[in-house]
């Protein structure tokens, strides 16, 4: 299940708590958060200074939460991204995917 965000205030909030605020506010920009067992992708355009916040939940032991993230942020049409942001969140998602793997399976061996 994927949660659409665009309150500013709420997004800012999650941002803050994670430590993950932009460093610029002047420039589009697309970052990821982990939260519990939620993935946050969010993008920020400077234009009009307006978060976009996609939120998978459960990503952790759903294998197709980041597949339907994938999707979301692909068809997503509410709001005009720009094409070379939406790459770039694409391409962030699809990392994710490659290491998701690599954190469930991590355990202290001492």
């Not at 800012?12 to 610029?24: F, G, I, K, T, W």
């Not at 998978?56 to 070379?84: G, M, S, T």
């Amino acid at each position: 299940m994927v949660d659409v965000s665009t309150d500013n205030s709420l997004i800012y909030s999650v941002l803050e708590n994670a430590d993950a605020l932009p460093l610029r506010f002047d420039i589009d920009n697309v970052f990821t958060v982990d939260q519990d067992d939620c993935f946050f992708l969010v993008i920020y355009l400077s234009e009009d200074r307006n978060f976009i916040s996609f939120k998978a939940k459960d990503y952790l032991h759903d294998n197709n939460a980041l597949i339907f993230l994938q999707q979301v942020v692909e068809n997503y049409d509410k709001i005009e991204i720009p094409v070379n942001i939406v790459d770039e969140a694409l391409q962030l998602i699809e990392h994710k995917m490659h290491t998701k793997s690599n954190n469930r399976y991590y355990f202290d061996a001492h």
